[in-house]
């Protein structure tokens, strides 16, 4: 199930693609995956892209920062 009036092309675990957001997703006969209680607030504001960042890393730096947090 999914819906085109939330435009998001995402969804629960690893599907995506679709011209909404999945709402559940049945996988075979062992696992259902689904959104509950979602709320979706349109906002009018653009939101600018960040500037002077890095938009990877290493494997490396990621596990050096996950033990430093």
Do not use: R, V
């Amino acid at each position: 199930w999914y819906s085109e009036n939330i435009p998001y092309n995402d969804g629960p675990y690893y599907y995506y693609g679709l011209p909404g957001l999945i709402l559940e997703l049945n996988y075979g006969n062992k696992k259902d995956f689904k959104f509950e209680n979602i709320i979706y607030l349109k906002s009018s504001e653009n939101i600018d892209e960040p500037k002077n960042i890095t938009p990877y890393i290493t494997l490396k730096k990621f596990n050096k920062k996950m033990k430093e947090l």
